[in-house]
């Protein structure tokens, strides 16, 4: 209990409003230092984002995309017109060579890019 109460409060500290929900939500929060928790607010940050906490809050799996695989992702969703939190996380979860098409491909929408990756899963399930 003490752990899970330090864990709260160490993201507390940090700005998140709700830590619990964060945790109901992420159970593997629990199991992530908060070293790193601060790192990927860190990187961010550096990428761009202009309230990493809030967009964490909204998608916490963020918190388990590699730095690397991030700034991939980033590098995306910072071309579109207008970025929601969500897309970030999506484009994050996607294979490897899916992300790496729809980032050589440059999309200017979410929509764009969602049809990039549709049809490249199409060729990789084949």
Excluded at 5 to 15: P, V
Excluded at 29 to 48: F, H, P, Q, T, V
Excluded at 63 to 69: I, V
Excluded at 106 to 119: L, N
């Amino acid at each position: 209990i003490a752990n899970i109460e330090g864990k709260i409060s160490d993201l507390a500290r940090l700005g998140f409003a709700d830590p619990v929900k964060m945790i109901t939500s992420l159970p593997a929060i629990l199991g992530y230092a908060i070293a790193n928790i601060e790192g990927k607010i860190s990187d961010l940050a550096r990428l761009g984002f202009a309230d990493p906490v809030k967009m964490i809050t909204s998608l916490p799996a963020i918190l388990g995309c590699s730095a690397e695989r991030l700034a991939l992702a980033a590098g995306i969703v910072a071309r579109f017109d207008a970025v929601k939190p969500y897309m970030l996380g999506a484009i994050c979860r996607k294979r490897r060579a899916v992300i790496e098409t729809v980032a050589v491909a440059t999309p200017k929408t979410w929509a764009e890019a969602s049809r990039i990756s549709r049809r490249e899963y199409a060729k990789l399930d084949r």
